[in-house]
């Protein structure tokens, strides 16, 4: 079916992505700060959603084998519902730390330093990250944990049939009979949860953007705003994705079964496609170590010259024009 061909490049696009980005990171030293860990997580997280949706997808799509026992449904909400909240934790973790970099450069560590930090500085840097790393999957596992026992124990007598692609909590509640008071007690947590997240994120965007622009210098100014870019991005291709489709429903009675399943699967897929092509063209340091590992040393040799060879050139001309 035409359906499966967005799901499949999607997948595709999102499995090496993803893997790639985790290998640059976990293998350069010079990586290992709070910024790329927290990347790495991210990637980590759009590989499990992604791998736990598509594959069974695209069994439906190419094979028809739409069965689907409830113990593997179930599973698949709590992978689903989990993830997802882990990832809107990470980005917070992340804003925080852009916020640290721009409004407290001095609290924060110098990726210089940790370029030629010792292996016990930087194991000290990965255990702090995955400290903090930790707290989002305890509150991805509080919010999720209660969805998944609250749906185990509800009685499905309306119809077996999901008329979607993956088990998400609203497919079930539709076909779910019964008292469902505390079904959406769960429901509203997980909303609240998110829309926490959002806010925060929004308040530091708007402390980090403030001070940038109280820089003086443009070029510090730009620098600034262009390290927030890539991560800004990521938010508003997760958010608006949710977003444009919750409201894309609520608007478009009249669209197809087939036009539905494919706007749910925006916000799910969408995002673990683009993460890695945005940070992978947006990162000078990522694109650096993989042109090392694809192009070979010489062509990244080369390409950081470049810089040098201007700095170098600039001295020279102001020796010149103090001499005159």
Not at 124 to 136: F, S, T, Y
Request: glycine letters at 6%.
């Amino acid at each position: 079916m035409w359906i499966s061909i967005p799901f499949f490049i999607s997948y595709v696009t999102a499995l090496p992505g993803n893997s790639l980005l985790i290998f640059i990171i976990l293998t350069k030293r010079s990586l290992h700060e709070p910024m790329y860990l927290f990347l790495c997580m991210l990637a980590g997280a759009d590989i499990v959603l992604s791998t736990c949706t598509i594959p069974q997808a695209l069994a439906i799509f190419w094979f028809h084998a739409g069965d689907i026992s409830l113990d593997r449904c179930i599973t698949q909400l709590f992978i689903i519902h989990s993830t997802f909240i882990s990832e809107s934790g990470i980005l917070l973790l992340m804003a925080f730390d852009r916020y640290i970099a721009i409004c407290y450069p001095l609290r924060r560590p110098n990726p210089q330093v940790t370029e030629h930090a010792g292996p016990a500085q930087v194991a000290v840097v990965e255990m702090q990250c995955l400290r903090v790393g930790d707290k989002a999957g305890v509150t991805s596992l509080g919010v999720a944990v209660p969805l998944v026992v609250l749906t185990a124990k509800d009685r499905f007598c309306w119809t077996a049939v999901i008329r979607h692609f993956t088990c998400e909590y609203i497919a079930l509640l539709s076909i779910a009979c019964g008292d469902l008071t505390f079904n959406w007690l769960g429901l509203a947590m997980w909303l609240v949860t998110v829309t926490s997240d959002l806010a925060l994120l929004g308040t530091s965007y708007t402390y980090i953007i403030y001070a940038a622009f109280q820089i003086s210098s443009w070029g510090a100014q730009a620098k600034a705003l262009h390290m927030c870019g890539s991560h800004l991005l990521v938010i508003l291709t997760i958010y608006l994705s949710g977003l444009s489709t919750s409201i894309i429903f609520r608007v478009a009675k009249t669209v197809s079964q087939d036009v539905q399943n494919l706007l749910s699967a925006i916000y799910l897929l969408l995002p673990g496609a683009l993460n890695p092509v945005i940070y992978v063209v947006r990162t000078r340091e990522i694109q650096q170590h993989g042109e090392k590992m694809f192009c070979g040393k010489e062509t990244a040799q080369k390409a950081g010259e470049k810089p040098k060879r201007l700095q170098n050139m600039r001295v020279e001309t102001a020796r010149v024009r103090g001499l005159y």
